[in-house]
């Protein structure tokens, strides 16, 4: 995307605490990827707070954990060795190497989840996002995408959490990342944290 690019949210929708009630039928599993500081992170901790009932997967990852980040509610934090008996036990749904670390959803709780006939809702990269569509192609696949470029790089940056060469790593993934936005059934561009928490509440029911 050029820094000249600019782009507008594009779904009409009632506020936050109003979307319709889930249509009768099979339990959605809904993916939801971007690049490394679009603000995924934010717009789903946006749409829980209202409302807390969506479920969100815990990743696994060998990613340290950042200030603030606590074991079993941001990640499952694990070494390598225990990163790769999960991934030899197959208890992942799905896992990739993003920017250093890995990354893995953990199998059973969606599944149980998916079996109680409750939404699922998975925050992963394009690698995990792929994976899900062949292992599960009912999921509904959403891409959240910046406003530009340069307002991607502003909250990358302005996060302030990843040294200058982690963050040039996670911008290179990320171009790769949005040229493959037509992947995706849905995109949604994060101008606004409110509108987009809507839209994504929305699409999850
Ligand atoms: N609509 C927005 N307008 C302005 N700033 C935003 C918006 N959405 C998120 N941000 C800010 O952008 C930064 C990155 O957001 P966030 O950590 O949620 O991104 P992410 O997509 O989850 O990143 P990663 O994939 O690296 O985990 C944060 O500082 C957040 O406050
Ligand atoms: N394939 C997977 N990707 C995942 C998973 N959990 C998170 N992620 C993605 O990793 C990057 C980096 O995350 P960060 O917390 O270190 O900034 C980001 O795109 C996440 O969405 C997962 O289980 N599988």
Redesign the pocket.
Known sequence: MSSAVSRESSLPLPSLGEAPAPPAGRPRLTV??????VG??TVVAHMRKAHPEVWL?V???T?KP?PGEQDGV??FFVDDEEFDKLVANGE?L???E??G?R???PRRAVLDRLEAGEPVL????????R?VRETMPEAQLVFLAPPSWDELVRRLTGRG??SPEVIER?LAVARI?LAAEKEFDETLVNTSVEDVARELLALLR
Not at 32 to 37: A, C, D, E, I, W
């Open positions: 939801l990827s971007g690049p490394s500081g995924k992170s997967s990743s696994a990852t990613r950042r941001q990640y992942l799905e896992w990739a993003f920017a670390n990354y893995g959803t998975l925050e992963i990269d394009l690698q995990g996002a994976q959490t990843e996670r990342e």
